[in-house]
């Protein structure tokens, strides 16, 4: 296996994007990591695209073929990748797959979503989740993620008011990045007095809908510095699976996937916890950011609640994270946002994330899922 390095990433702006279609949204994050890698597109041997659910949002499946098609890039190969929000980690994890097998040498790993063209995106966020036994029966992402909440809450203590820190750091941070949905600081009241969604989840503890694209490119490690002077290193790819159903779990309150997927990622990397400097996880609501920092070993089972009020996750804390204002701030275009966390994470690494930099940065993680965990995704990068 060949060592795999990032020369390249984008981020398009995310947000309700109503002048821009969904073809070329992941064109000009396409073209944006392209140029940031400075190199040509012909260079390019292979695409793979992270997309959840195009079909149901713009009416338009067979996206590998549009996508290699309007960018000029045919006939490179291009393939989807779906795994509900995950399909952005998974798009990444299958291009340095390509890479470190020798398959491919220079390849554009992307994720796009456009979800706001429909009235009503609850129904189509659904089919991520088991039909027959949670989506049929009227269950939503919001409420099963409430039904999470509840129970930490019941087990471990957790309050109301942690839960709102945690959406509210990632505004603090969000507010920083240009790039953000809603790059606003909000306060722990405003989330307790934001409209209720799913009890005990409100408004502000919920990630948006969003339309956005990001793309990274990746090539041999042993070739990266003739593209640049800042490569950032694949330390770990790693990738599990979990039961879709929640009420198949042993216990709700942990993501099992997450935690085998960052065991592998840790002994893949010769890293622990405490190596990693920061961390971009996939917080689509508060609990699930709280959930993460457990998951991935930061702190011990059940103590997510204080370690946020105590301001670890803060970005001078101890594990900062979510610089880039997280799902909740920065936005949640499902298939995008594992690509969008790895050009966050590889900005920080590079020291050119501007206002929301965390200084001195070495080694840092992102974890994407899908669903409420049916997939993990957990990558380690460094300088
Ligand atoms: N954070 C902050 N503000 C938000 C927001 C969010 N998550 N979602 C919407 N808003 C704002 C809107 O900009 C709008 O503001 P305005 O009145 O000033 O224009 C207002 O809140 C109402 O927006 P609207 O689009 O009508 O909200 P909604 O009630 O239709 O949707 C949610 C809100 C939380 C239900 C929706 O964002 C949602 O379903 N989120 C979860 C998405 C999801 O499940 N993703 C997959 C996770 S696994």
Redesign the pocket.
Known sequence: MRDVAIIGVSQTKFG?LWDISFRDLVTEAGLKAVADADIEGAEIEAMFVGNMTAGLFVQQEHIASLIADHAGLTPMPCTRVEA??ASGGLALRSGIMAVASGYHDIVISAGVEK?TDVV???PA??T?SDQEWEAQQGV???S??AMIAKRHMHQYGTTREQLAMF?VINHKNGALNPLA??PME?TVDQVLN??R?ADP?R???????TDGAAAVILCPAEDARKYTDTPIYVKASAQASGTIALHDRRDITTIDSSVHAARTAYDMAGLEPKDIQAVEV?D??SI?GLLAIEDLGFVEKGQAGPAVEDGITQRDGKIPVNPSGG???RG?P?GATGIAQTAEMVWQLRGEAGKRQIDGIEVGMTHN????GGTAAVHIFGR
């Open positions: 309700e509900a929000c979800m009503d995106p609850t966020i659904a991520a939503t992402f919001p099963l993620y959406s949905q809603f909000i934001s409209s969604v989840l408004l502000l503890d919920c990630s948006p809908v996939h689509c609501f699930n799902l909740k701030s949640h499902l899922i899908g669903g409420t």
